[in-house]
């Protein structure tokens, strides 16, 4: 599957394409198939996300999982500050990253 | 310190108010991402991992307990209450929102800092010895020059869009603790008969293809020192590679030319610049000079130390260097606590050696590039009260040059040009090697960590060096050895095949114990390296 990414312009956020917005949360993330372009371009045009991009990922039970591991790490934030990424409270988030 | 002039805070202040305007422009959809991009870096502004990144100069690593307090407001109040102290001694904010920035750039300017020059085809902050005007061994306190070169390449209308960036080393000692000869132009102050004067070195980096800077010329007098600088780098700027971004540094130029054409062309323009009369003037000199003048020490301070408490003797052992004053010692604040994150201090911290420097240094604090701070000028008697406030912040590890004090890029937790993490590599080596007797018995071994082939790690220079690279979409360490900053520069070489994290630390512990085993005398890691040679230490690890 190809989910969206970006960053929010403002606050320079990760966030994911959800099919009528952008969220901070992977899960949230659907697959666009490979008709992407005019999103991409409408979203970046209304400033609705800064420099967007198609990725690849796979369907998890977790939800979509980037097949990158860069993205994965943008996804959760960094593995070595637990409480600075989005699941501070989980200790094992890390692993879905590597 | 330095304190800005009229002119030099005009130009910074005025540089805050037109990035406000781009920033309002870019909000507003006025601006294009292409439009702004270029703008924002011109302002230190990079998008990252995360969030936007903003990088702030720190003009040859020295800062103010003000500028630095100033530090600490700016990880508290914009950004999640830490900074990055980096090996080009600037700091990075990880978090930073792009409708922040104005504000966090005018918070900067209010102390005499700015992010100007920190990225882009430009002459980067220039970089010195941690220890300049303090140092027992310099020949004359390099900072006024570094600072004249600030100066001289703040804003240069010629050298704003060089074919890459460029990064100025200045030193004043015949032992190097800038890793000089690594960078585009590294200059080391000397005497000669009597005259101060420089030696340059042109045409050193790491990145992708590292070299070490050939010395281009062994005496340019002071007075012309601004000139000759402008020499090599117009030389440069003609003909740089433009056309390949891999090859545009000034090293290729002088390796592809040679260093006799590269250096006969220097010297062309050299004779031509001194027609022209753009040295600073004299008087300009000795002003910029009298802001770098010995503090009031007291002249008969007692040597005396009392070293009954045990850990302070560990500390003072490692993490202190000789001054040039009787009774004063220059001091080390790790930032590499155990499992610590290598550069990383939480605004509480920073506001801390902030204080510290206050009250015990002259109001002067200074950043190495190996990502510690230095307290510069501590009077030996006030070293226990010192070191027992820094204790209790868990900032006084005593680990200066030992393994555990290793330099790590953000790599792939921060950066988005990563193949792989490098910071928890260096937190599980700091676990692995946490015995301190341990470390003391390996003795000096400097361990640099890059997440690629950028080498911002510096681990081309790494006495032992570890390279992430990207092996099919997983996280792979390739290990080197024989790497040096020193005055004794030397790049590291790969052993062989790479690692997985875990491979790489036990390949660590396999070359440190063939190391114990060798070692002949009082000899550190890489001289017996460099006696026994890489094969003995390839075989240790892969048989
Ligand atoms: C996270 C954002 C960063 C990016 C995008 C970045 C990018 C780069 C790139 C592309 C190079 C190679 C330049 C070349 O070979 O032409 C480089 C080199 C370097 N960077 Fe970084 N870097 C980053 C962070 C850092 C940090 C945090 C430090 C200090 C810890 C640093 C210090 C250096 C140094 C010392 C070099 C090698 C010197 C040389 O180029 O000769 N960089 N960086
Ligand atoms: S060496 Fe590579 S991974 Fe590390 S900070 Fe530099 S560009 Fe990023």
Known sequence: MKILTGNDLKTGDVTWWTGSDWSRHVEDAVDVGESFEAILHEEEAARRVNVPYAIAAEMTDEGPRPAHIKDRVRALGPTVRPDLTLKPADPEAGNWVI | MYQYDKYDQKMVDTRVAEFRDQVERRLAGELTEDQFKPLRLMNGLYLQLHAYMLRVAIPYGTLSGKQMRMLGHIARKYDRDYGHFTTRQNIQYNWIKLEDAPDILADLASVEMHAIQTSGNCIRNISSDQYAGAAADEISDPRPWAEILRQWSSFHPEFSYLPRKFKIAVIASDEDRAAMRLHDIGIQLIHKDGELGAKFFVGGGMGRTPMIGPEIRDFVPADELISYAEACLRVYNRYGRRDNKYKARIKILVHELGKEEYTRQVEEEFAHMKTLGLNPPVEELARISEYFADPAFEPDASDDLDLSDPDFKLWVDQNTVEHKQAGYAIAVISLKP??????????????????????????????THSQNIVLPHVKKSDLYALWQKLDEAGLAPANLDLITDSIACPGLDYCSLANARSIPLAQKISERFADLGRQRELGELKLKISGCIN?????????????????????????????????????????????????VIDAIE?????YLKERQEDERFIDTYRRVGMAAFKEAIYG
């Open chain 2, 338 to 367: 155990q499992g610590g994150i290598p550069g990383d201090a939480s605004s509480a911290q920073i506001d801390l050696m902030a204080d510290l420097a206050e009250q015990y240094s002259f109001d002067e604090l200074r950043v």
């Open chain 2, 455 to 503: 080498a911002c790690g510096h681990h081309h220079a790494g006495h032992i060096g570890i390279l992430g690279v990207d092996r099919k979409g997983t996280e792979n360490y390739q290990l080197l050895l024989g790497g040096s900053a020193a005055e004794d520069t030397s790049l590291a070489k790969i052993t062989g095949p790479g690692f997985s994290e875990d491979g």
């Open chain 2, 510 to 514: 396999t070359v440190t114990d063939l």
